[in-house]
C-alpha cells in the first residue's frame, strides 16, 4: 500500500520548478485582480475544455461518453486547482521580498564624496542560465545615455522588453531506422513489424499532439508564465497508423513513460491509506470503469464525504465572499457526481492493474478508425520486454508517453508518480483499436494476456526466444467472511 501516491499528477517531472525573476518582481502590481480571478476562472475554464475536446460524433456507448466526460472535467479541475495553488504562492512569496526594506546607503565620510557625479554606464549586461531544465534562458539588458527623467518618463522607448523564444517542431520518426535508434530490438521482438512499416501513415493525432503543445506554449509564454518543459514539449519520437494484411489496425506510439497513480476499487480494495483518503488531489477514477459487485464501500467515499460537508458549512457562513461561494456550489456539483460514481461503479487501480494513458482527445474520436479506444489491448515494448496491458485511462491532450505504476514499476522499481521510469523516447505502446471487449469488469490478467497473445498473432507473432510478461495478482488476499453456522436441527 505504501506506493500509492498522493499525487497523480500528469505533469510528473520530478525537477524544481523555477519562475522568471522579472515575472516575480511584478506580482504584486496584479495580486489584487488576480485573486478575484483565480476563483472565478477554473469552472469556466473547465466547461471550455469540456466543449473543446467533445467529440463531433455522439459516442456509440452512453457509459463511454459519461466516463471520458467525467475524466476530462477530473483532469481539467485538477490542473487548474494545481495551477492555483501555485500562482498563490508566487505572490504570497513576492509579497516577502517587496516587504523587506531596502538597506539604507552608506553616509559620506568627507565632503568631497556628497559632490553629484554622472551616473556611470554598463553597457551590455548578459547572463545565460536555465528557466527550466533544458531550456537556456539568455537575457541581456543595454544601457544607453538618455536624456532628463521628466522626459524619459514620458517616452514608450526609454524602457522596452523584448521576449523571444525560439523551438524546432519535430519531424515523426517512420522507417524502421529511425525507430531502432531509440529501441533497436524492436525488429526482434515483432518480427511483423519491417513489413507493416511499408504501408505506415504518420497519424494526424501526431499533428495535432504537436498543435496542443505549441498552442499551450504560446499560451504561457504570452502570459510570461511557466512554460512546458523541453522534456515534455519532446516527448513523442512518432505515432503511425499500421494495418496488416488481413487487416487488422495498429496504433503504433513512440515516446518516454510517466507515471499515473489514479484509480480505486472497493470491491478489490477496501481499504487505502489516510493519506490518500484525505488527499483532495488523488484522483479515484479512471476512464475504464464497470458496475460494482460487492458490498464494500470505495475507501475514498469517506473522504469525498468529509470534504462535502466542509464545502456545505463554508457555503452557509455569513463571512464566506460570493466569489467563493460560487466556487464552492461547482465543487460541491463535482464532489456530488463523484461520490455517486464512488458508489456505484469500480475503476482500476493503478499500483496494481496494468494499463497505459491515452490522451482524451484521442479517446473521444469515434470516428477515427485508428483511434485507441478505452478497453482496447495495447502492448507496452522496452528493452527486450513486451508487457500486455489494455487501453485504461485519460491524460491530457498536449502530452503522450503515461503508464500505471504497476508497469511502471515493473520496468524501474524505483519509479513513483514524481519519478518517471523512462525518460528517453524508448517505450513502444502497440495498440490493438476495436479490440476491446464487449463488456467491462474487473481484471483478469490471464485473459488480458490470452487476448494480447492473439492480436499479436495477427501482426507477425513475437520473436523466436521471446514471450509476453505474465502479471502476477499482486491485490491484498481479502478475508472472506465468516460463515454463516447452518440452523439447529430442531430434536
Known amino acids: 500500500m505504501g506506493n500509492l501516491l498522493l499525487g497523480g499528477n500528469r505533469d510528473s517531472s520530478n525537477r524544481p520548478r523555477r519562475g522568471w525573476l522579472w515575472l516575480r518582481a511584478g506580482a504584486l502590481l496584479v495580486a489584487g485582480g488576480v485573486l478575484g480571478i483565480l476563483f472565478t476562472s477554473i469552472p469556466g475554464k473547465i466547461k471550455r475544455g469540456l466543449r473543446e475536446l467533445r467529440s463531433p460524433k455522439p459516442a456509440a456507448v452512453a457509459t463511454d461518453e459519461a466516463d471520458l466526460r467525467r475524466q476530462i472535467e477530473s483532469s481539467l479541475r485538477a490542473e487548474m486547482e494545481e495551477k492555483l495553488e501555485h500562482e498563490l504562492a508566487a505572490m504570497r512569496k513576492a509579497g516577502d521580498v517587496a516587504t523587506k526594506k531596502e538597506p539604507e546607503p552608506d553616509k559620506p565620510d568627507t565632503e568631497e564624496a556628497a559632490v553629484p557625479v554622472i551616473p556611470s554606464l554598463p553597457g551590455v549586461v548578459s547572463d545565460v542560465r536555465l528557466l527550466r531544465p533544458g531550456i537556456p534562458f539568455k537575457t541581456e539588458i543595454k544601457f544607453d545615455k538618455g536624456g532628463i527623467a521628466s522626459k524619459e518618463r514620458v517616452d514608450a522607448a526609454s524602457y522596452v522588453a523584448f521576449y523571444q523564444l525560439s523551438l524546432r517542431l519535430p519531424a515523426p520518426a517512420k522507417t524502421l531506422a529511425e525507430l531502432e ?209 489494455i487501453v485504461g485511462d485519460g491524460g491530457p491532450s498536449y502530452k503522450v508517453g503515461e503508464a500505471s505504476l504497476r508497469i511502471a514499476q515493473q520496468i524501474n522499481p524505483r519509479a513513483l508518480s514524481n519519478n518517471r521510469p523512462v525518460s528517453d523516447l524508448k517505450v513502444s505502446y502497440v495498440i490493438f483499436p476495436g479490440s476491446r471487449d464487449a463488456e467491462r469488469s474487473a481484471p483478469d490478467y490471464a485473459k488480458w494476456r490470452q487476448r494480447c497473445s492473439e492480436l499479436v498473432n495477427d501482426i507477425g507473432g513475437v520473436g523466436v526466444g521471446y514471450a509476453l510478461h505474465e502479471w502476477p495478482d499482486t491485490l491484498p488476499q481479502l478475508t472472506p467472511p465468516p460463515a454463516t453456522p447452518p440452523p439447529a436441527t430442531p430434536p
Open 181 to 389: 535508434t531509440s529501441s533497436p530490438m524492436l525488429s526482434k521482438l515483432l518480427p511483423g513489424l519491417p513489413g507493416l512499416l511499408a504501408g505506415a501513415e504518420v497519424s494526424a493525432w501526431y499533428g495535432k499532439l504537436y498543435d496542443n503543445k505549441v498552442a499551450r506554449v504560446r499560451r504561457d509564454a504570452t502570459l510570461l508564465s511557466e512554460i512546458l518543459s523541453k522534456h515534455n514539449f519532446f516527448d513523442c519520437e512518432t505515432m503511425l497508423n499500421l494495418r496488416a494484411e488481413n487487416g487488422r489496425r495498429i496504433f503504433y506510439l513512440q515516446a518516454d513513460m510517466d507515471v499515473v497513480s489514479d484509480g480505486s476499487d472497493g470491491d478489490r480494495l477496501p481499504e487505502m491509506p489516510e493519506a490518500i483518503i484525505n488527499s483532495a488531489y488523488y484522483q479515484p477514477f479512471t476512464s475504464y470503469a464497470w458496475p460494482k459487485k460487492g458490498t464494500a464501500p470505495n475507501p475514498i467515499i469517506a473522504g469525498w464525504e468529509r470534504r462535502i460537508k466542509d464545502a456545505e458549512k463554508e457555503l452557509a457562513e455569513r463571512t464566506t465572499l460570493a466569489v467563493r461561494k460560487k466556487w464552492l456550489r461547482e465543487r460541491l456539483a463535482y464532489l456530488k457526481r463523484g461520490l455517486a460514481d464512488l458508489k456505484s461503479r469500480s475503476f482500476l487501480i493503478a499500483e496494481y492493474d496494468p494499463f497505459i494513458v491515452v490522451p482524451v482527445s484521442v479517446l473521444a474520436a469515434h470516428n477515427d478508425p485508428f483511434a485507441p479506444q478505452t478497453g482496447d489491448f495495447a502492448l507496452v515494448i522496452y528493452g527486450d520486454q513486451i508487457y500486455p496491458a
